[in-house]
């Protein structure tokens, strides 16, 4: 066991300097003892003041080329000397028992390798409020399972040998999207195991204009190609992902697919219809929240399915084209073999 702190808190930061203080600052107030954790700040190549303002708490500031937050959290995990691992995000500010709860689980079974948080809220608009309740569909979902395979950055702990055995962060993932899907898909495969603690809570600012909603369900769905072609069996469904979203899915990709062809657009509706059946758990759910939150739901998420699908399909043809590149340089290297390059080395 290594001496000093026992919790290592990493947050990558980049052009955070409106958002980091708040963070460090509940970071600061923590339950737990200070003596008993750190907080590594890891500036990802920032051009605002991000590292003079989180050089204003008692942390460590590291900083390096910009490269995303997947270098970053590694760069501040390979600087930790605690036990346990912990992320959140410069945008995220965490509940005052956030270290004692995130890492409860971690504590009471050495056989967890990671512990998933949650998100909550305090914005009032539109789209926040839905991403909210669709973050929420998802906890409700976990909730009801002992173990999970999915542990998402912005609220996390890992035992600190699993998540370098893991393969840590592949900073091939060069923004925000699907490198901790990767990581927990990698601690599974292994046999290690990854729970749900609802109670580990970081405040979040979710995305406020539809656009940058849709980018990063965009962005998720393209990153999303990536785990898939070393976790295949993933296709078919994870213990985050409601049934109900890949029939939204489903069943748009069949209305406008059947749409567009001349001999088949009259079979439209069906794929309408599983849509609309996919999305009434979603309604039920909006419905507490007001009338206008459930309006919105059909539009928001037949536009959120649409925006996963053509970044999925962008995903899937950038890696088929990687692939046939690396293929034809293995060719030319004499080597003779086509096969996918293997994942990313866990030694450290």
Not at 26 to 36: H, I
Not at 47 to 53: E, H, I, K, L, R
Request: a positive charge.
């Amino acid at each position: 066991m290594t001496s000093g702190p026992c919790y290592s808190v990493v947050v990558p930061a980049y052009n955070a300097a409106r958002t980091i203080e708040a963070c460090l600052q509940a970071l600061s107030e923590q339950s737990v003892p200070p003596e008993t954790y750190e907080v590594l700040v890891v500036d990802d190549g920032s051009n605002d003041d991000t590292a003079q303002v989180a050089g204003q708490y008692p942390h460590r500031v590291l900083q390096q080329a910009h490269a995303g937050p997947a270098s970053a959290r590694d760069l501040g995990a390979q600087a930790a000397v605690g036990k346990y691992l912990l992320f959140t995000d410069a945008d995220c500010v965490p509940i005052r028992t956030w270290i004692e709860e995130v890492t409860r689980p971690l504590e009471a079974d050495c056989r967890v390798a990671g512990v998933k948080g949650v998100y909550r809220t305090t914005q009032t608009s539109l789209i926040a409020r839905l991403a909210q309740l669709e973050f929420e569909e998802k906890y409700a979902r976990l909730r009801h399972q002992r173990f999970i395979d999915f542990v998402d950055t912005g609220s996390a702990a890992f035992r600190r040998e699993a998540f370098w055995q893991g393969g840590a962060f592949d900073p091939a993932f060069p923004v925000a999207s699907n490198e901790d899907t990767q990581l927990s898909f990698n601690l599974v495969a292994q046999g290690w195991r990854l729970v749900f603690a609802e109670r580990a809570a970081v405040y979040h600012r979710h995305a406020e204009s539809l656009g940058r909603y849709l980018r990063r369900k965009w962005r998720h769905g393209y990153w999303r190609v990536r785990v898939y072609r070393r976790h295949p069996g993933k296709v078919l469904g994870d213990s985050y992902t409601p049934l109900s979203m890949q029939l939204q899915m489903l069943g748009a990709a069949l209305t406008v697919v059947l749409a567009l062809l001349p001999r088949l657009h009259r079979f439209a509706p069906i794929g309408a219809e599983l849509f609309i059946f996919g999305s009434l758990p979603f309604v039920r759910r909006a419905l507490p929240s007001g009338p206008d939150i459930a309006a919105a739901v059909p539009l928001v998420l037949f536009l959120r399915a649409l925006a996963l699908w053509t970044g999925l399909i962008q995903g899937a043809f950038t890696e088929l084209l990687a692939g046939h590149f690396r293929c034809r340089e293995l060719r030319g290297a004499g080597s003779g073999s086509c096969k996918p390059r293997p994942g990313r080395s866990s030694a450290r």
